[in-house]
């Protein structure tokens, strides 16, 4: 496994109360991040959240798969592995997914590059995994 695991609470009231307490936290602790940094990173969350919702527990999809992504509800992103230069190693990545060349506007770990035949699947306890294909 590369890493990435992400729980998907199905309850989105039990999200949507349990955001406000994050966001309010972080002010009265010392914190590194920005409260810029902070809703950008928020965001992704809810992003990959969308995409959780709309995508079948169980399902999957591989490096060798570059042209599947899985959608955000409205279509204008998509979340999938991208190719990056002409190396073997892929970027798991949000996308614009409207226009001819897919542009990615956020990407998971992007010093350390996924190898050819990593494959990630959103498990049927709703969990996101990133696995490497050589363990």
Not at 47 to 63: C, E, P
Not at 64 to 88: H, K, L, M, Y
Not at 113 to 132: C, E, F, H, I, M
Request: charged fraction near 20%; include cysteine.
């Amino acid at each position: 496994m590369l890493g990435l695991t992400l729980t998907v609470d199905r309850k989105l009231k039990n999200l949507t109360r349990s955001l406000p307490s994050v966001v309010t936290g972080v002010g009265r602790h010392n914190c590194r991040h920005s409260e810029t940094e902070l809703a950008f990173d928020l965001l992704h969350l809810l992003f990959l959240l969308s995409v959780a919702f709309d995508t079948h527990q169980g399902s999957s999809f591989t490096t060798s798969d570059v042209t599947t992504f899985w959608p955000s509800p409205s279509g204008e992103f998509a979340f999938g592995f991208q190719r990056i230069g002409n190396g073997s190693g892929f970027l798991l990545a949000k996308l614009f997914n409207k226009i001819k060349e897919k542009t990615i506007v956020w990407s998971a770990n992007r010093n350390s590059l996924a190898p050819d035949g990593s494959k990630v699947q959103l498990s049927t306890n709703g969990r996101l995994v990133l696995t490497d294909p050589n363990g």
